[in-house]
Nanobody, 123 residues
Framework: QVQLVESGGGLVQTGGSLRLSCAASGRTLSTYAMGWFRQALGKEREFVAGFGWSGINTYYSDSVKGRFNISSDNAKNTVFLQMNSLKPEDTAVYYC????????????????WGQGTQVTVSS
């Protein structure tokens, strides 16, 4: 079983950047397909970015495509989410998640979750 811990959240102005990290322990990340989700206050948790099974193909929601980038460092057992050109609507708690089956887009297919890190973008 893998344990996930996110870090790197904070307060940033519109147009700024943040880099989130997700450190895994207990299992190597290469045995999972990883993703990032976010949940804004009063809204459902939504897909942001993720890896396909190859660990090479990447997928993004339309709202972040071209601004966010997901990457990984297998030697460090860590996944990253580089977030650029941030907007107030990106404000949310961001969660790292791991899956061993199913679709990159489907929240229910991710069986392992971190505790989340808050990202707040001020206007």
């Amino acid at each position: 079983q893998v344990q996930l811990v996110e870090s790197g959240g904070g307060l940033v102005q519109t147009g700024g950047s943040l880099r989130l990290s997700c450190a895994a322990s207990g299992r190597t990340l290469s045995t999972y397909a990883m993703g990032w989700f976010r949940q804004a206050l009063g809204k459902e948790r939504e897909f942001v970015a993720g890896f396909g099974w190859s660990g090479i193909n990447t997928y993004y929601s339309d709202s972040v495509k071209g601004r966010f980038n997901i990457s990984s460092d297998n030697a460090k057992n860590t996944v990253f989410l580089q977030m650029n050109s941030l907007k107030p609507e990106d404000t949310a708690v961001y969660y790292c998640a791991a899956r061993r089956t199913g679709s990159v887009w489907s929240r229910g297919d991710y069986g392992y979750w971190g505790q989340g890190t808050q990202v707040t973008v001020s206007s």
